[in-house]
Nanobody, 121 residues
Framework: QGQMVESGGGSVQAGGSLRLSCVAS?????MGWFRQAPGKEREAVAQ???????TYTDSVKGRFTISKDNAKNTLYLQMNNLQPDDTGMYYC??????????????????WGQGTQVTVSS
């Protein structure tokens, strides 16, 4: 229950693109992507609600797109024009709980194992 598996990370040069995938064991009303750079706190990147509402952190707006294939229970994060500051471990998350703050990692019940994204200048 709550199993989520990410893939798609890798190493690219600045300006490159990657698409992350997260296969979930079931459907969730809210799913999102977080990232964590070495020595930094885990931060919200993008979230997708059941009604199609999407939210993005300011630094990725216009470059990243979150989407979902409901038939496959798969969440995607298309990342274009990647920059060195985007480097980090990327995690998918699902299943909101108190305090029900979509931008707060503690609000998610289920997490994937993470996939590393490294962007060189």
């Amino acid at each position: 229950q709550g199993q989520m598996v990410e893939s798609g990370g890798g190493s690219v040069q600045a300006g490159g693109s990657l698409r992350l995938s997260c296969v979930a064991s079931r459907y969730y009303d809210c799913m999102g992507w977080f990232r964590q750079a070495p020595g930094k706190e885990r931060e919200a990147v993008a979230q997708l609600l059941i009604d199609g509402t999407t939210t993005y952190t300011d630094s990725v707006k216009g470059r990243f797109t979150i989407s979902k294939d409901n038939a496959k229970n798969t969440l995607y994060l298309q990342m274009n024009n990647l920059q060195p500051d985007d480097t980090g471990m990327y995690y998918c998350a699902a299943g909101l709980r108190r305090p029900f703050d979509r931008l707060n990692p503690v609000s998610y019940n289920y997490w994937g194992q993470g996939t590393q994204v490294t962007v060189s200048s």
